[in-house]
């Protein structure tokens, strides 16, 4: 991606809202795609008309590119082209222009919806990292022909990575069967232009809230990176099939935990999940979170908790975890010979990291990723020989995780606990991290208030 279309992103992502310059962006770029393949169309007339246009600096580029948009777009997907204020001009003109001389569309677009989403990383609006999507995929190891399931889809990045995960290692297209669920009628139009754009098919569910009620099919492979510390409004029925019992229901002032049970009950048998959580997830002291995690490591779900490093997302400063669930730990085919029931295995990957470079922002180093799906590998012995490194990996016996009152945290099992891992500590460092969101996300409504009141 040129730095002159990732300014002229940032620049549209000064005055138009994360689900709207995401709509823009992937619309423009599968305009120029299709103009490209099939020059002589109406795509193709569309879009040279534009970059002409985007010659002109008198010219008012917001009603040429939506009825650009419009013309391109099934009526269905005419319904989300926003109106684009005149204090959007200048950020077009220049889009058109740099987006004419993108050659990796995919590449493109991944890295303007992570810009997008560092900019407007709040209640919920921000995408998957290339880096975490790609340990997320791995380390589930879907497989042709499986299903595959995001239940907060949003741009529907984490179903791309699996279709293409599969094709690098068949070669092929992928024949994974993708359903993506979101809340936003607007971010899955997105989606759809996303996996348009990547010649990929996937079944799109009617928008609502995932955790409204649960899914009737099943699948072999779920990924999910649904928001941290969210809120929602547990009103289940007693009949809820993926309801458990009301002493081990998901506490109700917190979604992670929610988000949990949602996914495990749609796992089908040796199915697998990778679902990024925040850190409370695995270290909440009060009882009804103690008790949740006791019922998942008594129906021995939980294969692997693995820490990530701080710092790696900008809608929370709160660390995470990546946790993986697999309804079969036992011994079975490709995914590995050894038989790991009553074992979770740990990983504390917390420097696995590198800084990005030109700024203060990190990634997962490419290293420290192959390291996390070396050590999974081993473990399972599907490749290498695992044993367990004092500050980085560990399995660990059922009985040993009930004695620590359930805590999944790695590094209460991979390292010595020092006295900043201590509970009461560590609980001060999180809820000093959530009280930061908090302040940041009241500075930036206030900041959209002030915005569109300039409009009025």
Known sequence: MTSEMQISVRALGDVLSFHDACRVVAG??????????????????WWNHLLTQAGKTQQQMG???????????????????????????????????????????GDCL????????????KAGDYFTRNDVARLMVAAVDPQEGQRVLDPVCGSAGLLIGAA???????????????????????????????LTARNLDARLLEPMDSLAQPFESSYDIILANPPFNGSWSPDRRASDPSWWDAETAPPRDNANLAWILHILHALAPRGRAAILMAEGAATGARQVEQRFRGR???????????????????????????????????????????????????????????????????????????????????WREAAGQYRDEPGRCRSVHAEEIAGQRYDLQPPRYTDELSPDDAPDQRQIHELTAKLRDKFEEAHALEADLLRILDEL
């Open 296 to 378: 998942l490591v008594d129906e021995d779900v939980v294969e692997c908790v693995v820490a990530l490093p701080p710092g790696l997302f900008t809608h929370s400063r709160a660390p995470c975890c990546l946790w993986l669930l697999n309804t079969d730990k036992g011994p079975h085919g490709d995914w590995g010979s050894s038989d790991r029931r009553g074992k979770v295995l740990f990983i504390n990957a917390r420097t696995a990291y590198e800084p990005v470079p030109g700024s203060r922002k990190r990634r997962l180093s490419p290293e420290g990723v192959e390291q996390v799906l070396h050590t999974l590998e081993a």
């Open 63 to 105: 009603p040429l590119v939506r009825n650009c948009l419009l013309q391109s777009q099934d009526e269905e997907g005419r319904a989300f082209v926003p109106r684009l204020p005149p204090t959007a001009d200048d950020a077009l003109r220049r889009l058109v222009k740099a987006a004419d001389r993108v050659d990796d569309l």
């Open 28 to 45: 423009l770029m599968t305009l120029r795609d299709q103009a490209r393949k099939h020059p002589q169309s109406g795509q193709g007339v």
């Open 164 to 194: 293409q995960y599969v094709s690098e290692r068949t070669g092929r297209a992928s024949t994974l069967d993708l359903t993506g669920q979101d809340v936003h009628a607007s971010m899955l139009h997105v989606a759809r232009m996303n």
């Open 110 to 121: 991944n890295q303007s919806f992570q810009d997008l989403s560092e900019m407007h990383a």
